[in-house]
Nanobody, 124 residues
Framework: QVQLQESGGGLVQAGGSLRLSCAAS????????MGWFRQAPGKEREFVAS????????NYRSSVKGRFTISRDNAKNTVYLQMNSLKSEDTAIYYC?????????????????WGQGTQVTVSS
């Protein structure tokens, strides 16, 4: 069993920055890929970014490339999402998740443990 707790969300003006954190417990964190997803009102949950177990490989959805950075600190069992140049379309609940695959992927069904989410609201 894995427990995930996101934090760092909030209200920010367009062009601003936020850093989300996801603290994990209950499993050997350093051996599993992690991902960030988001869900806006009335929309499907979508992939944002993923990171391999070692942190050496990252992937992003195209609309956040160059603005968001995923990273992890395996000593602290924490994964981060640094979000810069935020836009109103980034407004959503952001979730971190643990992959059940050996490599990081963008497929929602490849993730089997999820946090409760943290709200990010970007005002224009």
């Amino acid at each position: 069993q894995v427990q995930l707790q996101e934090s760092g969300g909030g209200l920010v003006q367009a062009g601003g920055s936020l850093r989300l954190s996801c603290a994990a417990s209950g499993r050997t964190f350093s051996t599993v890929p992690m991902g960030w997803f988001r869900q806006a009102p009335g929309k499907e949950r979508e992939f944002v970014a993923s990171i391999s177990a070692s942190g050496g490989t990252t992937n992003y959805r195209s609309s956040v490339k160059g603005r968001f950075t995923i990273s992890r600190d395996n000593a602290k069992n924490t994964v981060y999402l640094q979000m810069n140049s935020l836009k109103s379309e980034d407004t959503a609940i952001y979730y971190c998740a643990v992959s059940r695959k050996r490599i990081s992927t963008p497929a929602r069904n490849d993730y089997d443990f999820w946090g409760q989410g943290t709200q990010v609201t970007v005002s224009s």
